[in-house]
């Protein structure tokens, strides 16, 4: 009895305590006004997508095929939307929906779970609902209007066109092994190619797989072998297929003339495994090192190089033209090797990862910038460096208290490392309005950022970080060797060791063919302090920068950029922009022609001229104070916040936070809360020559994470 009291008292206080002075977000129309400091069609605009401009890879990047000399960041709005988080909208619906995407900076969209949209509550195979299709078609027809290319998933959906199933969002099905392992599934994946892709889109007049506005198609989404194994292992489906089993079985037939010719490489097999009979069995423990996983490996980037050029064959003959990734995940050095033979290398990473929407569910409540950004490494590490490389997948998540951090660090280090594209992952990243009757919609949930402000103001800043592109890329470029497969072992899940991956912070990375130069082939005969000792020997990196790194801080080349993870503190200075994500201030933080003096709650804070000018000299700056938020209602199971109970319900509740700060300037000045709708409100302070101020995010009009400061 005692203990259930003591756990009520827990869930009570959890419930309450930490909402009491936090603030009810009071909008609810989310579409930004025209003209508005949250209108970005004008700073950063999006032009026409024709046969004469559209996107191209020029030199191992995108760039408009207008000017292929001038790369062209992706900032991407990733479009997953089920029936339970409202499905694709209706016309009227999709044209204030594009022209809000283009008004929030973003000009590519990223189509994700088609097929399970169009398939959904359909008995039939391949019976795909017209009603959806139309309003496919008719959302693809209002992105190229307002500018906004196009990325589709070839399959999202591992049950893919089979009719009869309702866990199409489940990562349930036999589809992508099938289509790396069997002829049956690569003709169930042409079929919906063509049925999708193929098929004309009346509202543009030609199919969209001849339409310049699609840039990228991703052959399958998380389509890997050793991946899908875990996701079928995860639902009971055992460590591996049995159609697996026997593909590595014919394929090791093929490899060794006979069982001893195996077991002399493997060093032995168990009793009664033979070759000739195919009865080698694989582990039941993935992760434990093993005499076959070489050869299993192997294996795997055959089948998957194999597959890889077979679907590419497939579109180039539908006359696809455009850009193609796959294998989006996984990022071991297997799947590395499977991606080196692509036009584009996609990848998918998170941070303090969610099982999912039930009660149970848990985070860490860790920082990322504590953590040495190692979400942000690990993708780093896996971009192959002469070919263009886009995330189709991030998200630090919701309800992690430190996930203000990702609308920094996340697009300022994309950018310093040279990235092509980031889609910070979402139900669509904006919404038009609080309160839509889906299940989806009555509250924040984690990988969907549309109603979350700590995540909606990361995306505005990352617009101006990435895409404006205030951060400068690297003068530096760091090569991890890789030396055809003799870097593989007999672990199946090798990633790169984690210490190199921290020269991330220094320079550009990444990996490329050889094995000497940079971070050599032989990752055990190296470290981060060989390379950085190397990198200083060669004059590439100062003797100080090498002093600052020992000491916890580490700031890049172009001197933008300062981490801390000790502190949990990154900066960022530019020209244009400057920002900081923090958890505590020991002091004053100076930030170019701006002083972060104190905060009374961890969060994020930067400014960002909105006008042609440097920040110092700008008549419209756009400042962002992003803390936390919660749903009402939200309550854990324990004081840390680490497990859900309920996930509560709108109105959104915004932490209350005070930040003191200067910006440098001359002239009159006001400052006014801005909208989560863009919607300027009564100026809340004045002044003449540098702003002072104490700033405070609950506003007489409500809460709120932005501000514009405007000078005469």
Same mark, same amino acid.
């Given at each position: 009895?005692?203990?259930?009291?003591?756990?009520?008292?827990?869930?009570?206080?959890?419930?309450?305590?930490?909402?009491?002075?936090?603030?009810?977000?009071?909008?609810?129309?989310?579409?930004?006004?025209?003209?508005?400091?949250?209108?970005?069609?004008?700073?950063?605009?999006?032009?026409?997508?024709?046969?004469?401009?559209?996107?191209?890879?020029?030199?191992?990047?995108?760039?408009?095929?207008?000017?292929?000399?001038?790369?062209?960041?992706?900032?991407?709005?990733?479009?997953?939307?089920?029936?339970?988080?409202?499905?694709?909208?209706?016309?009227?619906?999709?044209?204030?929906?594009?022209?809000?995407?283009?008004?929030?900076?973003?000009?590519?969209?990223?189509?994700?779970?088609?097929?399970?949209?169009?398939?959904?509550?359909?008995?039939?195979?391949?019976?795909?609902?017209?009603?959806?299709?139309?309003?496919?078609?008719?959302?693809?027809?209002?992105?190229?209007?307002?500018?906004?290319?196009?990325?589709?998933?070839?399959?999202?959906?591992?049950?893919?066109?089979?009719?009869?199933?309702?866990?199409?969002?489940?990562?349930?099905?036999?589809?992508?092994?099938?289509? +790396?392992?069997?002829?049956?599934?690569? &003709?169930?994946?042409?079929?919906?190619?063509?049925?999708?892709l193929g098929a004309d889109n009346p509202y543009t007049g030609i199919?969209?797989?001849?339409?310049?506005?699609?840039?990228?198609?991703?052959?399958?989404?998380?389509?890997?072998?050793?991946?899908?194994?875990?996701?079928?292992?995860?639902?009971?489906?055992?460590?591996?297929?049995?159609? +697996?089993?026997?593909?590595?079985?014919?394929?090791?037939?093929?490899?060794?003339?006979?069982?001893?010719?195996?077991?002399?490489?493997?060093?032995?097999?168990?009793?009664?495994?033979?070759?000739?009979?195919?009865?080698?069995?694989?582990?039941?423990?993935?992760?434990?090192?093993?005499?076959?996983?070489?050869?299993?490996?192997?294996?795997?980037?055959?089948?998957?190089?194999?597959?890889?050029a077979n679907m590419t064959a497939i579109l180039r003959s539908m006359?696809?033209?455009?850009?193609?990734?796959?294998?989006?995940?996984?990022?071991?050095?297997?799947?590395?090797?499977?991606?080196?033979?692509?036009?584009?290398?996609?990848?998918?990473?998170?941070?303090?990862?969610?099982?999912?929407?039930?009660?149970? !569910?848990?985070? =860490?409540?860790?920082?990322?910038?504590?953590?040495?950004?190692?979400?942000?490494?690990?993708?780093?590490?896996?971009?192959?460096?002469?070919?263009?490389?886009?995330?189709?997948?991030?998200?630090?998540?919701?309800?992690?208290?430190?996930?203000? =951090?990702?609308?920094?660090?996340?697009?300022?280090?994309?950018?310093?490392?040279?990235?092509?594209?980031?889609?910070?992952?979402?139900?669509?990243?904006?919404?038009?309005?609080? #309160? =839509?009757?889906?299940?989806?919609?009555?509250?924040?949930?984690?990988?969907?950022?549309?109603?979350?402000?700590?995540?909606?103001?990361?995306?505005?800043?990352?617009?101006?970080?990435?895409?404006?592109?205030?951060?400068?890329?690297?003068?530096?470029?760091?090569?991890?060797?890789?030396?055809?497969?003799?870097?593989?072992?007999?672990?199946?899940?090798?990633?790169?060791?984690?210490?190199?991956?921290?020269?991330?912070?220094?320079?550009?990375?990444?990996?490329?063919?050889?094995?000497?130069?940079?971070?050599?082939?032989?990752?055990?005969?190296?470290?981060?302090?060989?390379?950085?000792?190397?990198?200083?020997?060669?004059?590439?990196?100062?003797?100080?920068?090498?002093?600052?790194?020992?000491?916890?801080?580490?700031?890049?080349?172009?001197?933008?950029?300062?981490?801390?993870?000790?502190?949990?503190?990154?900066?960022?200075?530019?020209?244009?922009?400057?920002?900081?994500?923090?958890?505590? +201030?020991?002091?004053?933080?100076?930030? #170019?022609?701006?002083?972060?003096?104190?905060?009374?709650?961890?969060?994020?804070?930067?400014?960002? !001229?909105?006008?042609? !000018?440097?920040?110092?000299?700008?008549?419209? &700056?756009?400042?962002?104070?992003?803390?936390?938020?919660?749903?009402?209602?939200?309550?854990?199971?324990?004081?840390?916040?680490?497990?859900?109970?309920?996930?509560?319900?709108?109105?959104?509740?915004?932490?209350?936070?005070?930040?003191?700060?200067?910006?440098?300037?001359?002239?009159?000045?006001?400052?006014?809360?801005?909208?989560?709708?863009?919607?300027?409100?009564? &100026?809340?302070?004045?002044?003449?020559?540098?702003?002072?101020?104490?700033?405070?995010?609950?506003?007489?009009?409500?809460?709120?994470?932005?501000?514009?400061?405007?000078?005469?």
């Amino acid at each position: 009895m005692r203990s259930v009291l003591a756990l009520a008292l827990v869930l009570l206080g959890t419930a309450g305590a930490w909402a009491q002075d936090w603030a009810p977000v009071r909008e609810i129309n989310l579409e930004v006004a025209p003209g508005s400091p949250l209108d970005f069609s004008t700073i950063l605009p999006n032009g026409v997508i024709n046969d004469s401009r559209h996107l191209v890879i020029s030199e191992g990047r995108f760039a408009m095929s207008d000017t292929p000399d001038q790369p062209e960041p992706l900032m991407c709005a990733s479009l997953g939307w089920s029936p339970a988080s409202g499905g694709f909208p209706d016309h009227a619906d999709a044209d204030r929906y594009a022209r809000q995407l283009a008004m929030h900076g973003y000009n590519i969209a990223r189509f994700h779970f088609v097929e399970a949209a169009l398939m959904a509550d359909r008995d039939t195979d391949f019976d795909f609902n017209p009603e959806i299709l139309d309003r496919v078609h008719y959302l693809m027809a209002a992105l190229k209007r307002e500018g906004i290319s196009w990325i589709m998933d070839g399959v999202t959906s591992a049950r893919g066109g089979d009719g009869g199933f309702d866990d199409r969002w489940d990562s349930v099905g036999p589809l992508k092994q099938s289509i +790396l392992l069997e002829p049956d599934g690569i &003709v169930h994946w042409t079929r919906l190619q063509q049925m999708i892709l193929g098929a004309d889109n009346p509202y543009t007049g030609i199919a969209p797989i001849r339409d310049p506005a699609l840039a990228l198609i991703v052959l399958v989404n998380e389509g890997s072998l050793e991946f899908d194994s875990i996701i079928g292992e995860n639902h009971g489906d055992g460590t591996y297929s049995p159609l +697996l089993l026997k593909r590595f079985n014919e394929w090791l037939a093929r490899r060794y003339a006979n069982t001893a010719a195996l077991a002399e490489a493997w060093g032995g097999l168990p009793p009664g495994q033979s070759l000739e009979a195919g009865t080698i069995t694989l582990p039941t423990y993935r992760y434990d090192a093993w005499a076959g996983n070489r050869d299993l490996q192997l294996f795997e980037i055959e089948t998957e190089t194999i597959g890889t050029a077979n679907m590419t064959a497939i579109l180039r003959s539908m006359g696809y033209q455009g850009a193609i990734s796959n294998y989006n995940n996984w990022p071991t050095l297997q799947g590395s090797i499977s991606r080196r033979d692509l036009d584009t290398v996609t990848m998918n990473v998170y941070f303090d990862w969610v099982s999912g929407y039930n009660a149970g !569910a848990r985070i =860490e409540q860790k920082s990322s910038i504590g953590d040495g950004l190692s979400y942000i490494r690990v993708a780093a590490a896996t971009r192959w460096l002469d070919k263009p490389f886009l995330i189709t997948e991030y998200d630090h998540l919701f309800w992690n208290k430190y996930r203000y =951090e990702a609308g920094l660090a996340f697009p300022a280090y994309a950018a310093f490392q040279g990235w092509d594209g980031i889609c910070r992952h979402a139900h669509g990243p904006i919404a038009l309005r609080y #309160g =839509e009757d889906f299940p989806h919609k009555k509250s924040m949930l984690p990988y969907a950022i549309a109603l979350d402000p700590v995540g909606r103001a990361g995306e505005t800043l990352a617009a101006l970080l990435f895409r404006r592109g205030d951060v400068a890329k690297s003068g530096l470029t760091i090569p991890f060797r890789i030396d055809g497969d003799k870097g593989l072992n007999d672990y199946v899940a090798t990633q790169e060791p984690e210490g190199p991956t921290g020269l991330m912070a220094l320079g550009a990375i990444g990996l490329a063919p050889g094995s000497v130069g940079g971070v050599p082939a032989d990752r055990s005969s190296t470290s981060f302090g060989d390379v950085l000792e190397q990198l200083v020997r060669g004059g590439a990196v100062d003797r100080a920068t090498a002093n600052e790194v020992a000491q916890g801080a580490f700031n890049t080349d172009t001197g933008e950029i300062g981490v801390f993870p000790d502190k949990r503190l990154m900066q960022v200075v530019t020209a244009k922009t400057v920002a900081a994500a923090f958890d505590t +201030l020991d002091g004053a933080l100076t930030l #170019g022609s701006a002083t972060l003096r104190s905060s009374s709650t961890p969060g994020l804070f930067a400014l960002s !001229a909105l006008d042609d !000018a440097d920040l110092a000299d700008s008549k419209r &700056v756009l400042v962002i104070f992003a803390t936390d938020a919660r749903n009402s209602g939200m309550r854990f199971a324990d004081a840390e916040a680490k497990e859900i109970v309920d996930f509560g319900q709108l109105p959104v509740l915004i932490e209350p936070g005070t930040v003191n700060f200067t910006l440098a300037g001359e002239g009159r000045w006001t400052i006014a809360p801005v909208g989560l709708d863009g919607v300027v409100g009564t &100026v809340v302070a004045s002044g003449t020559g540098p702003v002072d101020l104490s700033l405070s995010n609950v506003t007489p009009n409500g809460p709120t994470t932005y501000f514009v400061i405007e000078r005469d």
